[in-house]
C-alpha cells in the first residue's frame, strides 16, 4: 500500500473513488451522489493542481488503484490559521481491516504539524460510523460536541458527533 498526495492526474480516479464513497455510505457524507455526478472530474482535476501545500487529498493506492482517500485544509482565516480540518475520509472495502485508513490519517496528521502554527486538528464522524470513530479516538481525538440531526438522508436524521486533536497536548 503506497499512500501520497493525490494530483491533477488522479483526478477520475478520485471522482471514482467519492462516488463509491457516497453510494456505498450515505449517512457518512454531506454530499449525495447525485450532487457529485454534478461536478466533472475536470473540476477535480483543477482543484487537485489549485491547491496549495494547506489544502490537499492525500490517497491509499492498492498496487496502483485509488483505495483510500482523506482530505484535509488548513483555515485560512487569521483567527483560525491555529486549525486544520480533516474531510472525506473513506477506505474501499479491499482495504478496509488493512491498516489503510490508519496510514491515511497518520499522513494527514504528519501533513497538520508541517504547517507551521497549526495546533489543532478537527473532524466530524457521523451516527452510525463506529469503526471510523473508534480508529479517529484511538488516534488521541476527543469528542467536544454532538450535532443532532445534523444530516438528513431520505426521511431519518443523522447526528454528527464533532472531534479535536490537539497536536500541541
Known amino acids: 500500500m503506497e499512500i501520497r498526495r493525490l494530483t491533477g492526474d488522479d483526478a477520475e480516479a478520485l ?42 487529498v492525500l490517497g491509499a493506492f492498492d498496487d496502483s488503484t485509488l483505495a483510500g482517500m482523506i482530505g484535509l485544509y488548513r483555515e485560512q482565516s487569521a483567527k483560525r490559521r491555529h486549525r486544520a480540518s480533516i474531510w472525506g475520509m473513506f477506505v474501499a472495502e479491499p482495504l478496509r481491516g488493512k ?37 479517529y479516538l484511538s488516534m488521541g481525538f476527543r469528542p467536544y460536541g454532538i450535532e443532532p440531526r445534523a444530516l438528513r438522508v431520505g426521511e ?10 490537539e497536536l500541541d497536548g
Open 99 to 135: 491498516g489503510a485508513g490508519r496510514a491515511l490519517m497518520e499522513a494527514a496528521l504528519r501533513e497538520a504539524r508541517s504547517m507551521a502554527g497549526v495546533d489543532s486538528v478537527l473532524l466530524s464522524v457521523t451516527s452510525g460510523q463506529q469503526a471510523a470513530r473508534r480508529l
Open 156 to 165: 431519518h436524521f443523522v447526528d454528527e458527533e464533532h472531534m479535536v486533536l
Open 15 to 56: 471522482w471514482n473513488l467519492r462516488l463509491c464513497a457516497l453510494q456505498s455510505a450515505p449517512a457518512a457524507f454531506v454530499e449525495t451522489a447525485e450532487e457529485h455526478k454534478l461536478t466533472p472530474a475536470s473540476v477535480y482535476a483543477e482543484r487537485l493542481r489549485s491547491r496549495g501545500s494547506e489544502n490537499m
